[in-house]
């Protein structure tokens, strides 16, 4: 995808979209009703962080002062993290700049989007302690995917099979599940994934749920996806560098 970079300076990754004004804080927002299929978990609108960091733009003198080139490709490369409202796809906020930040970084800058009647989805790479600390400070529920390496204590083990546990000043919940795929051709992959949620009732909230909704993520990665896919079009992005 082709991101061009017009001379008018307008909100930057300092901002982003949904984070004030201008045409994108008017037009970013969750857009589902109660009723709408797939944005609720009880009482819970479903909300995805989702980011991509080889988003290329055209190699001008202009944007290789502000992003600089990559060595696997050469062009400018830009990197964007969006909060995405899951069944709907609608965009709640997003923020984009330099690779040089990481994602983490980015999706710090949307955490004040977050509300309490929210519960947040997000890949592996999210479970630093200090973001974790600071997503579940804005009231919102997180069920997020730790990396097969993390340890946490086991404080209390649970009828389902998850465990209680604490990751920093965070009580959690750890659900460790094996989940296999079935391809069109009957190919079948096999896959650990070790979740972490501060829906800490196993009674109200079983591992096998979460473990299902969890999957609900992927529905808001591939609306980032058919977006910068699209065939023969080209977004229009402008920086303040």
Known sequence: MAAAFDDAPVTGAEEGIGAGGGVGGLLAGPLARPTTPGVRFGTYRTVSFDGCSSLRVPDSPRNRAWLGRTAHH???TLELMTLVETGTRALIGAVFGTTDEGETAYARRLLHLLRPDMLV??????DANSFLAQAAA????VLGRLRNNRRAPVLARLDDGS???VI???HVRIIDAEITVTCNDGTAFTSTYRLVTTLTDARRHPAR???DLYHERWGATRSRTRLSELPDRRIDLMSTA
């Open 138 to 141: 804005t009231g919102a529920k």
């Open 168 to 170: 920093g000043t965070v």
């Open 209 to 211: 749920t979460l473990i």
């Open 121 to 126: 989805l997000w890949d592996k790479g999210f």
């Open 74 to 76: 050469g062009y400018p």
């Open 163 to 165: 465990y209680l546990s």
